[in-house]
């Protein structure tokens, strides 16, 4: 895995976003098999799509940094993860919201819940943004 040493959280060696993507995945799913949140019956229709949008999130930040940035077409295909990852940020966010109107869980737990959407947000925009500076061949690694 390429990541830069200021980058990586302390404890893993994770990118600061994936660290970010895994707690956020980590909650989803939680939440989504807590019976308070999402009642048993709902949760094939209610429940997976979350679980799944958290998981796109986590899969694509992961692929994206796979991706080399001393090849130019590993660029190009690290920014579309990218966006991919945040593509997948707002569908969370719209399966949050329709689960939020469904079955009104506590304000307090979805605001939390958005928290963690918008910090992985603001992450993965912010990594994305830093490598759009770079020049293409520039031969470093994020």
């Not at 707690?23 to 429940?47: D, M, Q, V």
């Not at 899969?59 to 920014?79: C, G, H, K, P």
Request: hydrophobic share 35%; charged share 25%; aromatic share 10%.
């Amino acid at each position: 895995m390429t990541v830069r040493k200021p980058d990586r959280t302390p404890t893993n060696g994770l990118l600061l976003v994936q660290d970010a993507a895994y707690r956020l995945y980590a909650h989803t799913a939680r939440c989504a098999s807590n019976e308070k949140t999402i009642p048993k019956r709902f949760r094939w229709c209610t429940g997976q799509p979350l679980v799944e949008a958290a998981s796109a999130v986590c899969r694509n930040i992961d692929i994206a940094n796979t991706m080399r940035l001393d090849d130019s077409q590993e660029r190009v295909w690290r920014l579309k993860y990218q966006k991919l990852a945040l593509g997948a940020t707002y569908n969370l966010l719209t399966e949050l919201h329709k689960a939020w109107y469904t079955h009104h869980f506590d304000d307090g737990k979805l605001l939390n819940w958005l928290e963690l959407v918008t910090e992985t947000q603001r992450l993965l925009k912010a990594w994305t943004k830093s490598e759009a500076g770079q020049a293409y061949g520039s031969g470093g690694t994020a």
